[in-house]
T-cell receptor
């Protein structure tokens, strides 16, 4: 079974520029998450999709961050304009969204490491 | 106060040692508890998952949950250099609630050969 794919793996941009990340979840996984992991911290949820609908975006800085999941499969996360404090690893995770917690396990991709100069 | 507290380490132990990793949490509504392992420049991978208070064993790994104390632990027996990684505790609400995980900050473990 292929895992969660993310690209690019690394990105360096200047502040105020824009950037986009792509995620392809595990086939058949209805739920998709984007997490932000700042160096030395645990991942923090940015947004959760169920199929192509947003379930939770309460911690997404909506003035600069946007995300979409067209057709309920791939997802893109965009930052515009980027700030220095956006330097982090952006992790995508997916899960089946089963009725039991064991089938709701979140599987993570390798992440995109963003450096904002 | 953070919802989940975890000692960042680093924790350095000799090969073969027993390792104890711990987290405390403040939200009594958390019902599911997980341990993820994260190698450098990789995404987190699930190691252990527990639901109720008590112990759960899987090979060299034992997860322990004490809901009354809001305290969870991961024990690694016969630690190996390949266990060197950052260990993240994570927890979530009941299935009817928010499904996103709340993570600790991670403990960096180094197992010396």
């Amino acid at each position: 079974e292929a895992g969660v794919a993310q690209s690019p793996r690394y990105k360096i941009i200047e502040k105020r520029q824009s950037v986009a990340f792509w995620c392809n979840p595990i086939s058949g996984h209805a739920t998709l998450y984007w997490y932000q992991q700042i160096l030395g911290q645990g991942p923090k949820l940015l947004i959760q999709f169920q199929n192509n609908g947003v379930v939770d975006d309460s911690q997404l800085p909506k003035d600069r961050f946007s995300a979409e999941r067209l057709k309920g499969v791939d997802s893109t996360l965009k930052i515009q304009p980027a700030k220095l404090e956006d330097s982090a690893v952006y992790l995508c995770a997916s899960s089946l969204r089963g009725v039991t917690r064991s089938t709701d396990t979140q599987y993570f991709g390798p992440g995109t490491r963003l450096t904002v100069l | 106060q953070k919802e989940v507290e975890q000692d960042p380490g680093p924790l350095s132990v000799p090969e073969g040692a027993i390792v104890s990793l711990n987290c405390t949490y403040s939200n009594s509504a958390f019902q599911y508890f997980m341990w993820y392992r994260q190698y450098s420049r990789k995404g987190p991978e699930l190691l252990m998952y527990t639901y109720s208070s008590g112990n759960k064993e899987d090979g060299r790994f034992t997860a322990q949950v004490d809901k009354s104390s809001k305290y969870i632990s991961l024990f690694i027996r016969d630690s190996q250099p390949s266990d060197s990684a950052t260990y993240l505790c994570a927890m979530s609400l009941p299935l009817t609630g928010r499904r996103a995980l709340t993570f600790g900050s991670g403990t960096r473990l180094q197992v010396q050969p």
